[in-house]
Structures are given as C-alpha cells and as structure tokens.
Nanobody
C-alpha cells in the first residue's frame, strides 16, 4: 500500500522560507514521477513542481527561481524548498507520485504566508 505523508508546513512572513517534506512508503520514489501541487481556498488544485520519470523538472511560472523540488533516494523522501514566499503562495500543499499501479496523494500540509 502506497502512503505519502507531508510535513513542514506552517505560518511564515512574506519573504521567508519553508521546506516541505514528503515521506513515502510502499513505493520507491526514484522510480516514479513525483510532484508537488497546491490548492488555495476557492481555487483548483494546481501543479507547483514536478520531476518526470526521465528526470525532467518543471515548475509553475509563479514559483520559478523561488521553489526547488528534490528527492533523497536513500531516505525515499521528496522535498519542496520554498524561498521568497509571497502571500499568494498560501495554500494546502500536496505531494504526489505516479506509479505503474496508479497515482497517489499525500494528505496535504497547510502553508500560510502573512503580509
């Protein structure tokens, strides 16, 4: 059974930084496509950053040069380093992975950026 568990969210002032973590079990992240998504109140869930199965990385235009997605294969964890945070980054952030058996989501972690 695949399980993803996020941590690291919280309240931060504009301009600050946070690092989100996602621990995986039941699958090997380095063999999958992985990504971070977010959903703000009243809005649709959107892609923030993604690493494809062939290791291509892409970011939403709104976070380029501020956010970095990474993976630690030894720990089977993925991360999202978020710098220069803005109030519009406030959302619930979800980690996601795609395996040959299906796609899986974490439960989400709240990030709130105050102005």
């Amino acid at each position: 059974q695949v399980q993803l568990v996020e941590s690291g969210g919280g309240l931060v002032q504009a301009g600050g930084s946070l690092r989100l973590s996602c621990a995986a079990s039941g699958t090997t992240l380095s063999r999958n496509a992985i990504g971070w998504y977010r959903q703000a109140p009243g809005k649709q869930r959107e892609l923030v950053a993604r690493i494809s199965i062939v290791a291509n990385t892409n970011y939403a235009d709104s976070v380029k040069a501020r956010f970095t997605i990474s993976i630690d294969s030894a720990k089977n964890m993925m991360y999202l380093q978020m710098n220069s945070l803005k109030p519009e980054d406030t959302a619930v952030y979800y980690c996601h992975t795609e395996t040959s058996f299906g796609a899986y989501w974490g439960q989400g972690t709240q990030v709130t950026v105050s102005s």
